[in-house]
T-cell receptor, first 113, second 116 residues
Framework: AQTVTQSQPEMSVQEAETVTLSCTYD???????LFWYKQPPSRQMILVIR??????QNATENRFSVNFQKAAKSFSLKISDSQLGDTAMYFC??????????FGTGTSLTVIP | NAGVTQTPKFRVLKTGQSMTLLCAQD?????MYWYRQDPGMGLRLIHY???????AKGEVPDGYNVSRLKKQNFLLGLESAAPSQTSVYFC???????????????FGPGTRLTVL
């Protein structure tokens, strides 16, 4: 099984500021996908952004972007112009063989007004 | 298009009771999954299915059984519930064939189960 490490259990950021959530993983695959999911207090899991490992260009989705370092097996999420609605639990999830996802333990992000 | 639905949303059981959680998806996805989420543990895979009539064990399968008799449904059963099975259970589905959505997983809203 793949291991996924999110070393920041809790983080906070001022509204409109930028925050980066870290994620490292271990895999023996050469081609794979990585995902960040958001879980707000409603408990619903929502896809934030995804990255194909064979693409060198970092993915971006509006205020969300990733810093993907394949050799270092690092996949961090940057949230720009933080909004109150960004308050949630964030999970890093590489996808492995058999289309299985491996979730980290999550980072709880609080956006402070 | 309802996506992934789960029934029930909440349930309280006594130790030793049995129950079945139902997951349904209307996206014609091949893959379906059951996870449990506990505080500080992230999501852990219980069982999954790669197609109708097939199931496989995930990371934490003990105490659970599953069935995939129809492509759109994935059932999770607890034969004799234990307090350690108190958790939030999530069902998810994904399509392995299309590259349009990178085979992301689509999640249901979760079921909060308490075993007393």
């Amino acid at each position: 099984a793949q291991t996924v490490t999110q070393s920041q259990p809790e983080m906070s950021v001022q509204e409109a500021e930028t925050v980066t959530l870290s994620c490292t993983y271990d895999t023996s695959e050469s081609n794979y996908y990585l995902f960040w999911y958001k879980q707000p207090p409603s408990r619903q899991m929502i896809l934030v952004i995804r990255q194909e490992a064979y693409k060198q260009q970092n993915a971006t989705e509006n205020r969300f972007s990733v810093n993907f370092q394949k050799a270092a097996k690092s996949f961090s999420l940057k949230i720009s112009d933080s909004q109150l609605g960004d308050t949630a639990m964030y999970f890093c999830a590489p996808r492995g063989p058999g289309n299985q996802f491996y979730f980290g333990t999550g980072t709880s992000l609080t956006v402070i007004p | 298009n309802a996506g992934v639905t789960q029934t029930p949303k909440f349930r309280v059981l006594k130790t030793g009771q049995s129950m079945t959680l139902l997951c349904a998806q209307d996206m014609n996805h091949e893959y379906m999954y059951w996870y449990r989420q506990d505080p500080g543990m992230g999501l852990r895979l219980i069982h999954y299915s790669v197609g109708e009539g097939t199931t496989a064990k995930g990371e934490v399968p003990d105490g659970y059984n599953v069935s995939r008799l129809k492509k759109q449904n994935f059932l999770l059963g607890l034969e004799s519930a234990a307090p350690s099975q108190t958790s939030v259970y999530f069902c998810a589905s994904s399509d392995f064939r299309t590259t349009r959505n990178y085979n992301e997983q689509f999640f249901g809203p979760g079921t909060r189960l308490t075993v007393l």
